[in-house]
């Protein structure tokens, strides 16, 4: 019953907060210098006055801003996104196809980061002082910190031109013509590079936070009690104490689900995967207010959507959340 | 010779001609495999009927057929259009249509598309007023002849109906009333050309097949034409490297890499084609304002600039140097005409004589120069350099680079500058790509118009002049005038032409090198392996 309650208020919330994105969205892409119409013309190598009045036209470019945030709006309502400046086909098709990869890419980076990075983070703390410990460190910084077109890149030359295991680009092989499982496999093969790419940056991060909350944990009386039991260390360490440590972790990974998107902006574009993330940079270079429009609707939902489903793996994970406020 | 006789002599050549002479390769056409075709841009959609530019180009070439092709020295072939003849007076050019010729549909091929075709054009396309503005009507007495009658004698029509200018389009396809530019079939089109196509995947690539029914007996010699989207430049040149890509053409190199690309034994590195283009570089004056309203301070600025240095010692020799408002390759290009060579004690006198005295620290003025990011080496670093020589003759200039294309195209069509570095294509003739840049009717709030704002009636009356004269050496000297005019005025100074650069692998044979390059029917392209 309580859950019901706290559901439909986030959902409450949910809904307004998006609301208020499109509307800021709407705005602040005007703002941004570059006309859509000059942007069409200028891409054809230039054109006349009369089929640049002619484009603004037929996008509606030429009514006043408030009637056309109006008319978006009301569009929106009923699912229709407008069409898209550059390939004059519903945003919402253009969105769909697009949404697939997108969520394989950072689900795939998300799992890798999250799982890969708690577990260095635990065997680290398990000798933070030790000299894995400190390599990890490292090798968290690096990954953090390097640009994530920069890492990309490297990997390509190293793992795909220099030492042939990995395909350049794309999604999958499009001279293979592959279907049902080979089709798969073939996405997967393409699917590891990217993924890595874009998980090591979140890596560090997780690394990082669960090495310093085991550290925390690992210091509580219960801790001390589970031993003084005599139970492993194995025990110790992945029963008791981690499910007690991976509750930032888990905070974490639901806060940074919007800056994953984001990375998956360059991911995509070096490693040409056929995402949103891509389609948004090049819709932002081609004044595509519609898509970008559409884009930001999407990952803005899709924030909220992983906010919600954090709160609620918080419930699963942690029983004091369950039972009451405190 | 005229223009007019030249046309009809080559019309009587080659009527046993199907296509081009290709000497590149002796060998036997091997017939069949994929030829992967590596691409920067996204394609809006497939119809370069309404869309110009390369990105759609490429696949809509291979997607439709022109009344003509163009070879490698401007001089058109029979294509679609099998002969033609053009009346004494040149007002009226009769074309003989392939007979067996259809659309990928199955659907003939009839003067009636060709009709359709032209009026969608010159409705539609961004050049199609300069292009088809003298075309009165188009007659049809036949399914297989095809009579453009003209109001105006128009010296550029050949040249307009090149496939990537003029594609024959289905009537039964595109004349149901939609709006063309929005047109769905755009997306998927049904055309007439060598290959079919068969997929697009937005950001992806796009599937063109063989088109079996093709005209040209035996021909296209590939099964299939995959290009492949790859907005990474330097993933673009390791998937070539790899193997990935065959052909990558427009490929976005450095000049100064391009050497090590030769290194590789497995590639090939060409400048050749692409004159149809004719790109050429430059830096634009804002004329409305101080400083750039006194010609002694632009001509200043053209004296600091060692063109030899810039393309010998900068871009490594890979561009030309270039003065001329037609691109070198033109039949009009000439260098008769101000060169403004190096001369930095001159350009100091001009700009003492504009009243722009030095300063205690020695600067005259400051002034902002806005350049485009879209090529890296002739227009940033050129501008980069232009700084450092302006420098030196008291011009303290402060460089500034727009955000992204859209950015700088907005503030130069704002009229939002003081000078810029600028490109603007030549196309096939000077009445598309020349004329726009210097009618004073064509002052316009629109990107590669003339944002310079430059107006002189008798430059005007010479385009003019010189876009209604079909003999050949009385146009040129025509434009011989104009280019003496305009460099002597100097609202843009020219500093370089600079080629379109291809890479493709050796497995390639009779890559496009016409005068439109890539956007060219690739029937003669094939695979050695």
């Known amino acids: 019953?309580?859950?019901?309650?706290?559901?439909?208020?986030?959902?409450?919330?949910?809904?307004?907060?998006?609301?208020?994105?499109?509307?800021?969205?709407?705005?602040?892409?005007?703002?941004?210098?570059?006309?859509?119409?000059?942007?069409?013309?200028?891409?054809?190598?230039?054109?006349?006055?009369?089929?640049?009045?002619?484009?603004?036209?037929?996008?509606?470019?030429?009514?006043?801003?408030?009637?056309?945030?109006?008319?978006?709006?009301?569009?929106?309502?009923?699912?229709?996104?407008?069409?898209?400046?550059?390939?004059?086909?519903?945003?919402?098709?253009?969105?769909?196809?697009?949404?697939?990869?997108?969520?394989?890419?950072?689900?795939?980076?998300?799992?890798?980061?999250?799982?890969?990075?708690?577990?260095l983070g635990v065997l680290a703390a398990r000798n933070p002082e030790g000299l894995f410990s400190n390599l990890i460190t490292v090798l968290s910084l690096v990954g953090y910190s390097a640009p994530v077109f920069w890492t990309g890149i490297m990997l390509l030359i190293v793992f795909s031109a220099m030492i042939p295991l990995f395909p350049l680009s794309g999604m999958y092989d499009v001279r293979l013509g592959a279907t049902g499982l080979a089709l798969a496999v073939d996405v997967l093969h393409h699917l590891i590079l990217p993924a890595f790419t874009l998980g090591i940056?979140?890596?560090?991060?997780?690394?990082?936070?669960?090495?310093?909350?085991?550290?925390?944990?690992?210091?509580?009386?219960?801790?001390?009690?589970?031993?003084?039991?005599?139970?492993?260390?194995?025990?110790?360490?992945?029963?008791?104490?981690?499910?007690?440590?991976?509750?930032?972790?888990?905070?974490?990974?639901?806060?940074?689900?919007?800056?994953?998107?984001?990375?998956?902006?360059?991911?995509?574009?070096?490693?040409?995967?056929?995402?949103?993330?891509?389609?948004?940079?090049?819709?932002?270079?081609?004044?595509?207010?519609?898509?970008?429009?559409?884009?930001?609707f999407f990952a803005s939902g899709m924030v909220v959507v992983a906010n919600l489903l954090t709160d609620l793996t918080y419930r699963i994970i942690d029983p004091r959340i369950r039972t009451g406020r405190s | 010779m005229s223009i007019v006789r030249s046309i009809a002599r080559i019309a009587i050549v080659s009527l046993a001609i199907a296509g081009l002479a290709s000497p590149v390769h002796a060998a036997e056409p091997k017939p069949g495999g994929t030829l992967v075709v590596g691409a920067g841009a996204g394609v809006r959609h497939l119809n370069p009927a309404v869309q110009s530019g390369g990105a759609t180009g490429v696949p809509g070439t291979q997607i439709f057929a022109g009344l003509v092709r163009v070879d490698d020295k401007f001089v058109p072939h029979p294509y679609l259009a099998?002969?033609?003849?053009?009346?004494?007076?040149?007002?009226?050019?009769?074309?003989h249509l392939v007979e067996n010729a259809r659309f990928h549909d199955g659907e003939p091929i009839t003067s009636k598309d060709v009709a359709f075709s032209l009026a969608t054009v010159k409705a539609n396309h961004p050049f199609g007023i300069a292009m088809?503005?003298?075309?009165?009507?188009?007659?049809?007495?036949?399914?297989?002849?095809?009579?453009?009658?003209?109001?105006?004698?128009?010296?550029?029509?050949?040249?307009?109906?090149?496939?990537?200018?003029?594609p024959v389009i289905p009537e039964h396809v595109f004349g149901d009333g939609q709006e063309?530019?929005?047109?769905?079939?755009?997306?998927?089109?049904?055309?007439?050309?060598?290959?079919?196509?068969?997929?697009?995947?937005?950001?992806?690539?796009?599937?063109?097949?063989?088109?079996?029914?093709?005209?040209?007996?035996?021909?296209?010699?590939?099964?299939?034409?995959?290009?492949?989207?790859?907005?990474?430049?330097?993933?673009?040149?390791?998937?070539?490297?790899?193997g990935e890509v065959d052909y990558y053409p427009f490929a976005r190199v450095r000049f100064r890499d391009i050497p090590k690309m030769e290194e590789n034994p497995d590639l090939n590195v060409s400048t050749r084609g692409y004159e149809a283009l004719g790109p050429i570089n430059y830096v634009e004056f804002n004329m409305r304002n101080a400083p750039f309203d006194d010609?002694?301070?632009?001509?200043?600025?053209?004296?600091?600039?060692?063109?030899?240095?810039?393309?010998?010692?900068?871009?490594?020799?890979?561009?030309?140097?270039?003065?001329?408002?037609?691109?070198?390759?033109?039949?009009?290009h000439s260098d008769e005409l101000n060169k403004y060579e190096v001369d930095l004690e001159r350009a100091a006198a001009l700009l003492d004589?504009?009243?722009?005295?030095?300063?205690?620290?020695?600067?005259?003025?400051?002034?902002?120069?806005?350049?485009?990011?879209?090529?890296?080496?002739?227009?940033?670093?050129?501008?980069?350099?232009?700084?450092?020589?302006?420098?030196?003759?008291?011009?303290?200039?402060?460089?500034?680079?727009?955000?992204?294309?859209?950015?700088?195209?907005?503030?130069?069509?704002?009229?939002?500058?003081?000078?810029?570095?600028?490109?603007?294509w030549n196309y096939p003739d000077p009445v598309i790509g020349v004329h726009r840049i210097y009618l004073c009717d064509n002052i316009k709030k629109q990107i590669w118009s003339n944002t310079q704002g430059y107006c002189n009636e008798e430059v005007d009356a010479l385009l003019k002049e010189a876009g209604r004269t079909l003999d050949f050496d009385k146009r040129k000297a025509l434009y011989g005038d104009f280019q003496l005019h305009v460099s002597r005025d100097l609202p843009l100074y020219y500093i370089n032409q600079e080629p379109y650069v291809t890479a493709y692998r050796n497995s390639v044979m009779n890559p496009p090198e016409t005068v439109w390059g890539a956007m060219q029917p690739m029937d003669q392209v094939w695979l050695d392996r």
């Open chain 1, 1 to 119: 019953m309580q859950l019901t309650i706290i559901l439909g208020r986030r959902l409450f919330y949910a809904a307004a907060l998006i609301a208020a994105v499109v509307v800021l969205n709407f705005l602040l892409i005007r703002l941004a210098p570059g006309d859509p119409a000059l942007t069409i013309a200028g891409e054809m190598g230039g054109a006349t006055e009369e089929i640049i009045e002619d484009i603004r036209r037929t996008y509606g470019l030429d009514e006043p801003l408030h009637h056309q945030l109006l008319v978006y709006m009301k569009r929106m309502l009923s699912g229709d996104l407008g069409d898209s400046l550059f390939f004059n086909t519903p945003v919402m098709d253009l969105i769909l196809a697009r949404l697939g990869p997108t969520v394989l890419l950072v689900m795939t980076a998300m799992t890798l980061a999250v799982t890969l990075g708690s577990f």
């Open chain 1, 201 to 296: 940056i979140f890596l560090a991060q997780y690394s990082r936070i669960s090495r310093a909350s085991m550290l925390d944990v690992l210091g509580a009386d219960y801790v001390r009690t589970a031993r003084a039991k005599g139970l492993s260390e194995r025990v110790v360490l992945y029963k008791h104490a981690l499910r007690n440590a991976v509750l930032p972790v888990v905070t974490l990974a639901g806060l940074q689900f919007g800056s994953m998107l984001s990375g998956a902006v360059l991911v995509e574009t070096v490693y040409n995967w056929p995402g949103l993330g891509q389609l948004a940079f090049e819709s932002i270079l081609r004044r595509d207010h519609p898509t970008i429009l559409g884009i930001l």
């Open chain 2, 82 to 95: 099998k002969s033609w003849e053009v009346s004494g007076d040149g007002m009226s050019y009769t074309f």
């Open chain 2, 132 to 166: 088809f503005d003298a075309v009165d009507r188009v007659d049809t007495p036949d399914p297989h002849t095809a009579v453009i009658r003209l109001k105006k004698p128009h010296p550029a029509l050949m040249q307009a109906l090149a496939p990537l200018l003029m």
């Open chain 2, 180 to 242: 063309p530019k929005t047109h769905p079939m755009n997306a998927m089109p049904i055309g007439s050309g060598p290959f079919k196509y068969k997929e697009w995947v937005k950001g992806q690539h796009v599937i063109l097949e063989r088109n079996d029914d093709f005209f040209i007996e035996g021909r296209p010699y590939l099964d299939r034409i995959i290009i492949k989207f790859i907005k990474e430049a330097s993933v673009a040149l390791l998937a070539l490297e790899k």
């Open chain 2, 295 to 332: 010609v002694r301070v632009r001509a200043a600025v053209a004296y600091a600039i060692d063109q030899d240095f810039m393309v010998g010692k900068l871009h490594g020799g890979v561009p030309h140097p270039g003065y001329s408002p037609f691109y070198r390759a033109s039949p009009f």
């Open chain 2, 353 to 424: 004589e504009a009243g722009y005295k030095p300063d205690e620290d020695g600067v005259r003025m400051k002034v902002t120069l806005d350049y485009p990011t879209f090529h890296i080496d002739s227009l940033t670093n050129g501008a980069n350099y232009l700084k450092s020589q302006l420098k030196k003759v008291g011009i303290d200039v402060e460089l500034r680079a727009p955000a992204d294309f859209p950015s700088w195209a907005q503030q130069i069509s704002s009229w939002d500058y003081q000078f810029t570095m600028n490109n603007h």
